[in-house]
């Protein structure tokens, strides 16, 4: 029976993560919408940013005018997306109860911070 | 506020049926500057704490400055409107935003997920100033109260169609559903804005608690039916739904319904019908084969 040689890694964990992005000048921006419905197409009810670049600080009651009327916008103005909602069957004897929002959509682009 | 309210001092069918589909109830302006400019100084003293559940009287007994208000008619009529007479305090604050002070929290519902779909707490919020819309007033979304959300868990949401930023004169009390969707709000201003809450447990049933004389205005039910731009969404109707169940708690009818959905998930009939009745039961499993 061979024995295994143990395969030491090559940094420690600290040390790979801290070797530098090779995309060091792109920052994320985050785009959530909320639909109406579980296509995409729909309308929008809700919306959050996250601001990767740090020069904004979006935040909760920041604006009244979502920025697309419906996620089918967003696609087209650039916008990746990355995630929609699974769509969840109805618990039995729970059917009409209400939670969270159920139609997300999680959107992503790219910045270059040195521009 | 131990002694039953008259009548004409209490919410009516429509205000209650607002209460229903909105989550909230606003009093614009009903406590007097007499008692609008005491309570600053009264707030910045701060006020004793008490146990969960301490009576009304307890709590805030007359001679108070906080019973002064709790007793303006308008203010008693509505709180025995939607908790009864004799609540007991569940908890109060004082909240003060300084200027240019502070960030805006998540959204969030109040304390943990609560599960009761029918009895509810309210809670009192009373501005003594007038509350500008740079001032961070406290941002809801009517018509989320009745959505099972776990606090924080809802810090997703930045916004919602439909949401609205608090603005009032002074002695404006707002009174709320303790599962409303909320937040605070960043005051950009130069004066610090003043919030003095309680939240109120019933001790009573709440049932048509309110002056139903108006219990038949149509009203009523184009109240109920209320949507925001949140609702308009695959699950606006589910809250009709909601708002229907809640509605017969309040009123003991258990009838009630809102564009039948309710009534339409109990149509099962029981009853056989003559023509049914044929004794040919047609293919059964003598039949059935694999490859037959």
Same mark, same amino acid.
């Given at each position: 029976m061979s024995t295994t040689?143990?395969?030491?890694p090559a940094l420690s964990v600290e040390n790979s993560f801290a070797v530098p992005s090779a995309t060091p000048q792109l920052r994320q921006q985050l785009?959530?919408?909320?639909?109406?419905t579980s296509a995409l197409d729909s309308d929008v009810i809700g919306w959050t940013r996250y601001d990767g670049t740090g020069r904004s600080h979006p935040t909760m009651g920041d604006s009244d005018e979502a920025?697309?009327?419906?996620?089918?916008?967003?696609?087209?103005?650039?916008w990746r997306l990355l995630q929609m909602s699974q769509l969840l069957g109805h618990e039995h004897g729970h059917e009409y109860t209400t939670g969270y929002l159920p139609y997300e959509f999680l959107f992503e682009r790219l910045v270059d911070i040195t521009a | 506020m131990t002694t039953l309210v008259d009548r004409k001092h209490r919410l009516t069918s429509v205000e209650m049926a607002h209460f229903v589909s909105h989550g909230s109830v606003v009093l614009s302006g009903v406590v007097p500057d007499s008692l609008n400019e005491r309570a600053i100084g009264v707030l910045d003293a701060g006020l004793p704490g008490h146990p969960y559940g301490t009576p009304l009287d307890t709590a805030f007994p007359v001679g108070t400055f #906080?019973?002064?208000?709790?007793?303006l008619p308008a203010v008693a009529g509505a709180v025995q409107s939607l908790v009864g007479p004799d609540p007991v305090i569940d908890h109060?604050? #004082?909240h003060v935003r300084p200027p240019h002070g502070g960030e805006a929290q998540n959204m969030h519902g109040d304390a943990i997920l609560d599960t009761r779909a029918d009895a509810f707490d309210v809670q009192l919020m009373y501005y003594p100033r007038e509350v500008t819309l740079e001032q961070g007033g406290t941002l809801s979304v009517p018509g989320t109260h009745l959505r099972r959300i776990n606090q924080t868990g809802i810090g997703r949401y930045q916004n919602l169609a439909g949401q609205t930023r608090l603005t009032c004169?002074?002695?404006t009390v707002v009174l709320l559903h303790h599962g409303i969707w909320h937040g605070g709000r960043r005051n950009d201003s130069d004066q610090p804005r003043y919030m003095f809450k309680i939240r109120f447990n019933p001790t009573v049933r709440q049932l048509r608690l309110w002056?139903?004389?108006d219990i038949d205005d149509p009203a009523v039910r184009q109240e109920l039916s209320s949507t925001f731009g949140w609702t308009h969404a695959n699950e606006g109707r589910l809250e009709l739904v909601n708002r229907a169940k809640l509605w017969r708690y309040l009123t003991g009818d258990e009838q009630f319904d809102i564009d039948y959905y309710l009534t339409r998930e109990?149509?099962?009939?029981?009853h056989i019908a003559p023509g049914a009745t044929d004794v040919r039961l047609g293919s059964n499993r003598s039949a059935d084969g694999w490859g037959l």
């Open positions: 040689t143990s395969n030491r785009l959530v919408l909320y639909l109406g920025p697309y009327a419906n996620g089918l916008d967003a696609l087209q103005d650039g | #906080v019973r002064e208000l709790l007793d109060h604050a #004082v004169e002074a002695g002056n139903t004389d109990q149509i099962r009939p029981s």
